[in-house]
Antibody, heavy 121, light 108 residues
Framework: EVQLVESGGGLVQPGGSLRLSCAAS????????MNWVRQAPGKGLEWVSY????????YYADSVKGRFTISRDNAKNSLSLQMNSLRAEDTAVYFC??????????????WGQGTLVTVSS | EIVMTQSPATLSVSPGERATLSCRAS??????LAWYQQKPGQAPRLLIY???TRATGIPARFSGSGSGTEFTLTISSLQSEDFAVYYC??????????FGGGTKVEIK
Protein backbone atom coordinates (compact mmCIF):
# COMPACT_ATOMS: atom_id res chain seq x y z
CA GLU A 1 0.00 0.00 0.00
CA VAL A 2 1.26 3.46 -0.93
CA GLN A 3 2.27 5.38 2.15
CA LEU A 4 3.32 8.95 2.85
CA VAL A 5 4.41 9.86 6.38
CA GLU A 6 5.09 13.45 7.40
CA SER A 7 7.28 14.54 10.29
CA GLY A 8 8.93 17.66 11.66
CA GLY A 9 5.94 19.64 12.84
CA GLY A 10 5.84 21.39 16.19
CA LEU A 11 5.67 24.69 18.02
CA VAL A 12 7.82 27.53 16.72
CA GLN A 13 7.98 31.23 17.50
CA PRO A 14 7.03 33.86 14.94
CA GLY A 15 10.02 34.55 12.70
CA GLY A 16 11.42 31.10 13.34
CA SER A 17 12.14 28.20 11.01
CA LEU A 18 11.02 24.61 10.69
CA ARG A 19 11.75 21.81 8.25
CA LEU A 20 9.06 19.29 7.38
CA SER A 21 9.79 15.91 5.86
CA CYS A 22 7.66 13.35 4.06
CA ALA A 23 8.81 9.75 3.69
CA ALA A 24 7.34 7.76 0.85
CA SER A 25 7.07 4.00 0.56
CA UNK A 26 5.53 1.38 -1.67
CA UNK A 27 5.55 3.45 -4.84
CA UNK A 28 8.07 4.74 -7.37
CA UNK A 29 8.67 8.10 -5.72
CA UNK A 30 10.75 9.61 -8.53
CA UNK A 31 7.83 9.19 -10.93
CA UNK A 32 5.54 11.31 -8.75
CA UNK A 33 5.15 15.02 -8.77
CA MET A 34 4.71 16.06 -5.14
CA ASN A 35 3.02 18.83 -3.22
CA TRP A 36 2.47 20.32 0.18
CA VAL A 37 -1.10 21.26 1.08
CA ARG A 38 -2.03 22.87 4.38
CA GLN A 39 -5.15 23.27 6.47
CA ALA A 40 -5.44 25.90 9.19
CA PRO A 41 -7.42 24.81 12.27
CA GLY A 42 -11.11 24.55 11.37
CA LYS A 43 -10.47 25.90 7.87
CA GLY A 44 -10.27 24.59 4.31
CA LEU A 45 -7.47 23.25 2.17
CA GLU A 46 -4.76 25.48 0.72
CA TRP A 47 -2.16 24.34 -1.82
CA VAL A 48 1.31 25.47 -0.71
CA SER A 49 3.96 24.14 -3.07
CA TYR A 50 4.71 21.75 -5.96
CA UNK A 51 7.83 19.98 -7.17
CA UNK A 52 8.29 17.92 -10.31
CA UNK A 53 9.56 14.35 -10.28
CA UNK A 54 13.11 15.40 -11.12
CA UNK A 55 13.00 18.38 -8.77
CA UNK A 56 13.69 20.80 -11.61
CA UNK A 57 10.37 22.61 -11.49
CA UNK A 58 8.95 24.19 -8.35
CA TYR A 59 5.92 26.35 -7.69
CA TYR A 60 4.76 28.18 -4.60
CA ALA A 61 1.60 29.85 -3.38
CA ASP A 62 1.97 33.63 -3.16
CA SER A 63 1.40 33.38 0.60
CA VAL A 64 4.66 31.46 1.10
CA LYS A 65 6.80 32.56 -1.84
CA GLY A 66 10.25 33.68 -0.73
CA ARG A 67 9.86 32.08 2.70
CA PHE A 68 9.31 28.37 1.98
CA THR A 69 11.49 26.04 -0.11
CA ILE A 70 10.40 22.65 -1.40
CA SER A 71 12.94 19.95 -2.22
CA ARG A 72 13.17 16.21 -2.74
CA ASP A 73 15.71 13.41 -2.54
CA ASN A 74 14.63 10.64 -4.88
CA ALA A 75 17.40 8.33 -3.67
CA LYS A 76 15.88 8.51 -0.19
CA ASN A 77 12.22 8.64 -1.29
CA SER A 78 11.89 11.87 0.67
CA LEU A 79 10.17 15.23 0.25
CA SER A 80 10.97 18.31 2.35
CA LEU A 81 9.60 21.76 3.05
CA GLN A 82 11.94 24.33 4.60
CA MET A 83 9.83 27.03 6.23
CA ASN A 84 11.50 30.29 7.25
CA SER A 85 10.19 33.59 8.63
CA LEU A 86 7.16 31.80 9.99
CA ARG A 87 4.02 33.77 10.83
CA ALA A 88 1.00 33.02 12.97
CA GLU A 89 -1.05 32.54 9.81
CA ASP A 90 1.21 29.63 8.81
CA THR A 91 -0.27 27.61 11.67
CA ALA A 92 -1.84 24.56 10.06
CA VAL A 93 -1.69 20.85 9.47
CA TYR A 94 0.67 20.30 6.56
CA PHE A 95 -0.04 17.36 4.26
CA CYS A 96 2.28 15.98 1.65
CA UNK A 97 0.41 14.71 -1.37
CA UNK A 98 1.30 13.09 -4.65
CA UNK A 99 -0.04 14.58 -7.86
CA UNK A 100 -1.69 12.40 -10.46
CA UNK A 101 -1.05 14.30 -13.64
CA UNK A 102 -1.84 12.00 -16.54
CA UNK A 103 -3.98 13.28 -19.42
CA UNK A 104 -3.82 16.87 -18.23
CA UNK A 105 -5.13 16.19 -14.77
CA UNK A 106 -3.64 17.42 -11.50
CA UNK A 107 -5.19 15.41 -8.71
CA UNK A 108 -3.95 15.11 -5.15
CA UNK A 109 -3.53 11.38 -4.53
CA UNK A 110 -2.15 9.85 -2.34
CA TRP A 111 -2.04 11.93 0.85
CA GLY A 112 -0.09 11.64 4.06
CA GLN A 113 -1.79 12.01 7.43
CA GLY A 114 -0.34 15.45 8.06
CA THR A 115 1.89 17.13 10.62
CA LEU A 116 0.82 20.09 12.75
CA VAL A 117 2.81 23.32 12.69
CA THR A 118 1.95 25.90 15.35
CA VAL A 119 3.48 29.36 15.14
CA SER A 120 3.06 31.15 18.44
CA SER A 121 5.02 32.99 21.06
CA GLU B 1 -6.08 32.82 -9.87
CA ILE B 2 -9.29 30.83 -10.26
CA VAL B 3 -11.49 31.19 -7.19
CA MET B 4 -13.72 28.26 -6.25
CA THR B 5 -16.88 28.88 -4.22
CA GLN B 6 -18.88 26.10 -2.59
CA SER B 7 -22.42 26.20 -1.29
CA PRO B 8 -23.95 25.70 1.11
CA ALA B 9 -21.32 25.85 3.83
CA THR B 10 -23.28 23.28 5.84
CA LEU B 11 -25.89 20.82 4.63
CA SER B 12 -28.09 18.95 7.11
CA VAL B 13 -29.39 15.69 5.69
CA SER B 14 -31.04 12.60 7.15
CA PRO B 15 -29.51 9.18 6.48
CA GLY B 16 -30.92 7.68 3.29
CA GLU B 17 -31.73 11.08 1.79
CA ARG B 18 -30.11 12.72 -1.20
CA ALA B 19 -27.47 15.41 -0.80
CA THR B 20 -26.63 17.97 -3.48
CA LEU B 21 -23.48 20.07 -3.14
CA SER B 22 -22.52 22.95 -5.43
CA CYS B 23 -19.21 24.35 -6.60
CA ARG B 24 -18.75 27.43 -8.75
CA ALA B 25 -15.57 28.61 -10.50
CA SER B 26 -14.74 32.28 -11.07
CA UNK B 27 -13.99 31.44 -14.72
CA UNK B 28 -14.43 28.38 -16.86
CA UNK B 29 -12.41 25.33 -15.83
CA UNK B 30 -13.92 23.13 -18.55
CA UNK B 31 -14.26 19.69 -16.89
CA UNK B 32 -11.03 19.99 -14.91
CA LEU B 33 -12.74 19.67 -11.55
CA ALA B 34 -12.21 17.19 -8.71
CA TRP B 35 -14.06 16.45 -5.48
CA TYR B 36 -12.51 15.27 -2.22
CA GLN B 37 -14.02 13.94 0.99
CA GLN B 38 -12.43 14.66 4.36
CA LYS B 39 -13.44 13.12 7.67
CA PRO B 40 -12.36 14.58 11.03
CA GLY B 41 -8.70 13.90 11.79
CA GLN B 42 -8.08 12.34 8.39
CA ALA B 43 -6.48 13.38 5.15
CA PRO B 44 -8.75 14.19 2.21
CA ARG B 45 -9.66 11.37 -0.18
CA LEU B 46 -10.15 11.77 -3.92
CA LEU B 47 -13.76 11.02 -4.93
CA ILE B 48 -14.37 12.42 -8.40
CA TYR B 49 -12.20 13.81 -11.19
CA UNK B 50 -12.91 15.13 -14.65
CA UNK B 51 -16.10 16.53 -13.07
CA UNK B 52 -17.89 13.18 -13.28
CA THR B 53 -15.49 10.20 -13.13
CA ARG B 54 -15.42 8.29 -9.86
CA ALA B 55 -12.00 7.46 -8.46
CA THR B 56 -11.09 3.84 -7.79
CA GLY B 57 -13.19 2.28 -5.07
CA ILE B 58 -15.70 5.11 -4.77
CA PRO B 59 -19.30 3.86 -4.46
CA ALA B 60 -21.79 4.53 -7.22
CA ARG B 61 -23.99 6.63 -4.90
CA PHE B 62 -21.45 9.44 -5.47
CA SER B 63 -21.88 11.25 -8.77
CA GLY B 64 -20.53 14.46 -10.23
CA SER B 65 -21.82 16.68 -12.98
CA GLY B 66 -21.26 20.04 -14.61
CA SER B 67 -18.76 21.84 -16.77
CA GLY B 68 -17.51 25.36 -17.27
CA THR B 69 -18.23 27.21 -14.05
CA GLU B 70 -21.03 25.24 -12.36
CA PHE B 71 -20.56 21.82 -10.80
CA THR B 72 -22.56 19.49 -8.57
CA LEU B 73 -21.68 16.56 -6.34
CA THR B 74 -24.65 14.34 -5.56
CA ILE B 75 -24.79 11.63 -2.93
CA SER B 76 -27.88 9.65 -3.82
CA SER B 77 -28.62 8.00 -0.47
CA LEU B 78 -26.52 9.16 2.43
CA GLN B 79 -24.84 6.50 4.52
CA SER B 80 -23.44 7.10 7.99
CA GLU B 81 -19.90 7.07 6.65
CA ASP B 82 -20.68 9.88 4.18
CA PHE B 83 -21.04 12.58 6.82
CA ALA B 84 -17.90 14.60 6.21
CA VAL B 85 -16.59 17.76 4.58
CA TYR B 86 -16.41 17.88 0.80
CA TYR B 87 -14.06 20.07 -1.24
CA CYS B 88 -13.92 20.85 -4.93
CA UNK B 89 -10.61 21.63 -6.65
CA UNK B 90 -9.85 23.01 -10.10
CA UNK B 91 -6.86 21.99 -12.18
CA UNK B 92 -7.59 23.83 -15.41
CA UNK B 93 -5.18 26.71 -14.87
CA UNK B 94 -2.37 26.34 -12.35
CA UNK B 95 -0.36 27.23 -10.40
CA UNK B 96 -2.05 27.79 -8.11
CA UNK B 97 -4.20 24.70 -7.69
CA UNK B 98 -7.25 26.00 -5.86
CA PHE B 99 -9.89 24.50 -3.61
CA GLY B 100 -13.34 25.61 -2.65
CA GLY B 101 -14.03 26.45 0.98
CA GLY B 102 -15.81 23.16 1.60
CA THR B 103 -19.30 21.92 2.39
CA LYS B 104 -19.92 20.10 5.64
CA VAL B 105 -22.57 17.39 5.36
CA GLU B 106 -24.00 16.78 8.81
CA ILE B 107 -26.68 14.52 10.22
CA LYS B 108 -30.10 16.14 10.42
Amino acid sequence: EVQLVESGGGLVQPGGSLRLSCAASEFTFSNYEMNWVRQAPGKGLEWVSYISGSGGTKYYADSVKGRFTISRDNAKNSLSLQMNSLRAEDTAVYFCAGLRSSYGSALFDPWGQGTLVTVSS
Amino acid sequence: EIVMTQSPATLSVSPGERATLSCRASQSVSSNLAWYQQKPGQAPRLLIYGASTRATGIPARFSGSGSGTEFTLTISSLQSEDFAVYYCQQYYIWPPLTFGGGTKVEIK
